[in-house]
């Protein structure tokens, strides 16, 4: 069973953050640089909140607003959910369908030790399932 921790041994445990009082366009032009769809928003060590491309689109564009105009802080979603390195990917994915959420930071007690997206794990559960065929395969070829 893979685990949360195996995904960041294989992607990293870098996590691209902004402070809330960034511009929510600074903020899209991180994004690109990074090509992430997400930033966690922090001030200091202490999380703030997390950042998505669903929040511009909601709550920016579809309004009207312009971006250079915004502070993350005013659109941001305060409410995270977090995920445990030891968790597997099929509770991830539990997390994510239930809170509707694309992207959940990992907690490693209280250290912060990386961020898993919605595309993580389904390569991750992909990953497995294709494991499980090629057993299967080999099984029923075998003499
Ligand atoms: N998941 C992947 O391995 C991956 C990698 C590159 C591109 N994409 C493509 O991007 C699109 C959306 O992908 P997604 O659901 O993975 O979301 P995403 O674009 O936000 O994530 C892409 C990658 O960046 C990482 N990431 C996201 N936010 C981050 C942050 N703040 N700090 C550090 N890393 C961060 C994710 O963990 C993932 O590995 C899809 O079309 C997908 O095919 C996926």
Redesign the pocket.
């Known amino acids: 069973m893979k685990l949360i921790r195996h995904i960041l041994l294989e ?1 990293g445990h ?4 902004v402070s809330p009082e960034l511009t929510v366009f600074d903020a899209l032009k991180l994004m690109s640089e ?7 928003v922090k001030e200091g060590d202490k999380i703030s909140g997390i950042f998505s491309e669903r929040d511009y689109a909601r709550k920016v564009i579809l309004v009207g607003k312009s971006s250079k105009d915004i502070r993350v802080r005013e659109i941001m979603s305060e409410k995270v959910y977090f995920i445990k390195p030891q968790n597997s990917v099929e509770e991830c994915m539990a997390v994510m369908t239930s809170k509707k959420v ?2 959940l930071p990992v907690m490693d007690g209280e250290k912060l030790a ?7 794990v ?2 991750a559960l992909i990953e497995e399932q294709n494991f499980t065929i090629d057993q299967l395969v080999s099984y029923i070829k075998s003499p």
């Open positions: 992607k870098d996590v691209q953050s990074k090509d992430v769809g997400a930033l966690l694309r992207h990386g961020i898993i997206s919605i595309g993580d389904v390569k």
